[in-house]
């Protein structure tokens, strides 16, 4: 067996390890552009920033390691330039010496990764202005720093854009961030963004969302940004960071089938529209696993998985790829924001029924020191209660719950099992209603119909008949520090005496802090025959799509 | 409905407001003997320690608030004192007044929870002896330190006994452990409690396994714990932290069932041999959910999960109690131990098939600073591969790790599915390959065949035959700082070419540092033709068994 891998780096170096723990025998040849192998691309910010001191951490295994220690053929700085799928053969270019040849395969996986994206406008290729996606942009990105950089600019407001940003201010950059969407991290839905906004903006970055840039011209002083409302923006150093596109020419030009966002295609064994012909990682088109949907998910985790089911199915494992659930995660100062699964707005556009809950709670027992909040946010399906997706953001404990609900989603649970999850509670850790049990009291009482609840949304625009009456259980101070227009007070302990204040013939919608006396609210009122619902998740719900609470 | 809960801490405070969330008209009747209901049981050893500094934090829930808000007829400093199941009431006495009167029911909820037990030895009864169960025990445990304390004896090392160590260390008390048994935490696997133990010593806490009190004496300076081994320890405090028993008085005289060891027999619906009476938390018998064994978890977390789930049943809804995995988690200084399902010992008294591995991984990427250590057991079905147990032991990520699989084993997911989950993954959070992918990986290797493996324990006995020949594939200089008895060494870098130094009559056993070389080293060997076995999880799990490499 001759092994041929293009690309030496997550899904690559997977596969040829893996390959060789299969078979002492084979050739396996990796052949990587640049100079390194398996590096960790997702440290590279955090070396920008300081918190990684020493930059050969980064490097995770070297060509040499991979020579001795797994017998591969390791050609670094070699790029392969064409497939010959008839002849089943590639030609191979070393970029050191310009020599071209050949090299045959019997099966060959194609992990070329994804490449930043670059738009075409003016001043773009100006000097000062980087993409981030190995060693080497990375050192450039240091060298123009060590010059002396007082104003940065991040174009483009996703996770490498906001590790970035947080590295910059780290080393006493004034940074902007620059993002053409109406929120940071499009992959979230946009409330579960606002906190993220708020510590962005607590930390001094300016945060320019809507906008985009229309050129960059070099000054005297350093670099400007033009932006399309016509703002000028300084600095000395720019980072684009708007996103990726599969290197898929190699694919492309050997005839092999690749998706309209340029993913190369792959079954399920990731074999592409040649079976002698396997891919992996950020280039390929996957299946998302919740929708089924064809998706692109450029994540480490799914890229070393893929690579080592390729290298499995070539030796004769029967394996299957399940699809990706993009379970990812970023922390933005003091802030961790985590997803898995199916968005909300991924949900809207594949047109899947759904229903949602927002949960606030904090991340261990509150009566012991140091309990951080968090809001999570679960979607899941209507009838089934089956868990769709989850995205949580806030402080410690944010990482775990999304786990969790990871785990959740790959095993096809329901809200009905998040009840019952028994976690580990001491108060250093959790809680004895752990918030995962907490989500699915409120998800599964959604469901059961005995907790009858309207979203935030529908409060916030005007309803086609009679409003509901709006009645803030929380106490005076609470109503009087802000509370949603229009709504009247009742305190939940003075509800059963105060019956006859409200009306019998109007919906009436109930919410307090985060849901819970909201929740008993509403059971009191249903009892009692009132037509009552409560606000799901309360005022801090509230606030992530409204940012300042009325009459404050 | 007129529904009467004996108890009022977790089952029974979670039963109430359940209760009235489902009724409104329902009168329902909370006794409670304390003054207390709903108080942080799991905090009161913090409060000791300082940690928790107001002394009310740990009232979650007061009775008055039961009251205004739930609607709750609370009975505090009330005790139950008998049930007449024939005519359907009970007999209370005011313990203030000494008033009693008679109460009927509908139905009845025991939720009286566990008392610590206090074994039948001389001068138990002294002054400075005490368990600690309720905030009334904490306060004179309190008072006690307050006259000043220097030494102090912990009888039991349990959770709670392991809890109130740290926190009397912390108040700079001299502290002493006496454990019958040869390990701290006894429902933890022994070997996996090899760190806490040199966590604890490393804290200079003196640790007697193995060692039991056979008296209490009073002198002049205090008291003296007399060891059946003839040891004296001198303590002006002593706490025992033997266990728990469920009280179960009022269900043994009202005729219910009750197991061999006591828990009060309750179906899955959680009622008792009697259909009108539920009982819930730390007094009943409950479902081992892994091994389908009765068996008794004095935990809050299924308390509170009982309670509502009693109260549901009781208002018409069809639940089912699942039964307990016994999820749980420990802090022990710098260290946190955590477990869910079964153990190696569970599985091994339910004549259970298994097979088990050990992984050693950091908490996040190595390459991102304060990655942390952890060691993870894996229990296993040989056959379907279903995850039986799991227990881990080190710094941060403890508890999630063990979340994650407490939810595979509720889902009865297998190694195989760990495998594949996708986790969140930034270099703060979490690996590529996830400690729980890594532990996957090796088992599912194990079931496969691709990745032969032996246990530790099976190198420490003298084998029947021909031992095995034992390599070692670490570094010269690893070999030399301590190895296995027995092993040569043969870096794994090395291997291929001095395949001629093993014999290919003999079965090779390999270890490296944590499994990984070992793996590799064996799949070469395998594939060479020679037999080989991998001995699982390396030096670090040999160090588990037997705390000292030899020849260091």
Do not use: A, I, S, T
């Given at each position: 067996m001759k092994l041929l891998i293009i690309g030496g780096v997550a899904g690559g170096a997977s596969a040829a390890t893996r390959a060789r723990r299969l078979s002492e025998d084979a050739h396996i040849v990796l052949f990587e552009r640049g100079p390194d192998v398996s590096f960790a691309n997702c440290g590279l910010p955090y070396y920008l920033g300081g918190e990684i001191a020493e930059r050969d951490k980064l490097l995770v295994v070297t060509p040499e390691r991979l020579r001795t220690r797994f017998d591969l053929d390791v050609r670094a700085r070699t790029s392969v330039e064409a497939i010959d799928r008839e002849g089943k053969k590639v030609r191979v270019r070393d970029l050191a010496s310009g020599r071209e040849y050949e090299e045959s395969y019997d099966k060959l996986i194609l992990a070329p990764g994804a490449a930043p994206l670059r738009p075409p406008l003016p001043g773009i290729d100006l000097p000062g202005i980087f993409t981030l996606r190995n060693l080497q942009d990375m050192d450039r990105i240091k060298a123009r720093m060590d010059q002396g950089v007082r104003q940065a600019v991040v174009i483009g407001a996703g996770f490498i854009g906001l590790e970035l940003v947080e590295n910059f201010v780290r080393q006493g950059i004034s940074t902007t961030v620059v993002e053409?969407?109406?929120?940071?991290?499009?992959?979230?839905?946009?409330?579960?963004t606002t906190p993220l906004a708020r510590e962005l903006a607590g930390k001094g970055v300016s945060l320019l969302l809507g906008h985009s840039a229309e050129a960059f011209e070099q000054g005297p002083g350093g670099l400007t940004v033009r932006l399309k409302s016509g703002q000028r923006l300084p600095a000395q150093l720019v980072v684009l960071g708007v996103g990726v596109r599969p290197e898929n020419k190699l694919a492309v030009e050997a005839g092999l089938e690749v998706g309209p966002r340029g993913g190369i295609r792959v079954d399920d064994h990731l074999q592409t529209s040649d079976p002698d012909i396997y891919a992996v990682g950020d280039a390929i088109e996957v299946k998302d696993f919740v929708t089924g949907e064809p998706t692109q998910v450029p994540l480490a985790g799914p890229a070393n998985r893929q690579g080592r089911l390729a290298a499995d199915h070539i030796f004769g494992r029967a394996v299957r790829y399940r699809g990706t659930q993009g379970t990812a995660i970023v922390r933005v100062f003091g802030q961790t924001a985590a997803l898995t699964g199916a968005s909300e707005k991924v949900l809207k556009r594949a047109k899947r029924a759904y229903r949602k809950v927002y949960v606030h709670p904090t991340h261990h027992a509150g009566y012991y020191p140091g309990a951080e909040a968090m809001t999570l946010k679960l979607l899941f399906d209507p009838e089934s209660g089956r868990v769709l997706g989850a995205q949580a953001v806030g402080g410690a404990g944010v990482d775990k719950r999304i786990d969790v609900l990871a785990v959740a989603i790959q095993a096809g649970m329901t809200v009905f099992d998040l009840e019952e999850m028994e976690l580990a509670y001491s108060p250093q850790y959790g809680s004895a209603k752990d918030p995962i049990n907490m989500a699915g009291f409120v998800a599964a009482g959604l469901l059961r119909g005995d907790h009858p609840q309207v979203d935030v949304e529908a409060i916030l625009v005007v309803p086609r008949g009679t409003p509901p009456v709006l009645v803030d259980v929380r106490t005076p101070q609470e109503y009087a520090s802000g509370h949603i227009p229009g709504a009247v007070n009742i305190p939940v302990d003075d509800l059963r005496s105060r019956l006859?204040?409200?009306?019998?013939?109007r919906e009436i919608a109930l919410y307090c802090q985060v849901g819970q006396r909201g929740y008993l609210a509403t059971r009191i009122l249903l009892q009692k025959g009132f037509s009552a619902v409560n606000i799901g998740g309360g005022c801090k719900t509230y606030e992530l799509f409204q940012p300042e609470l009325a009459d404050r």
């Open positions: 053409m969407q109406d929120q940071v991290l499009p992959p979230f839905d946009k409330e579960m006859g204040e409200l009306p019998r013939d």
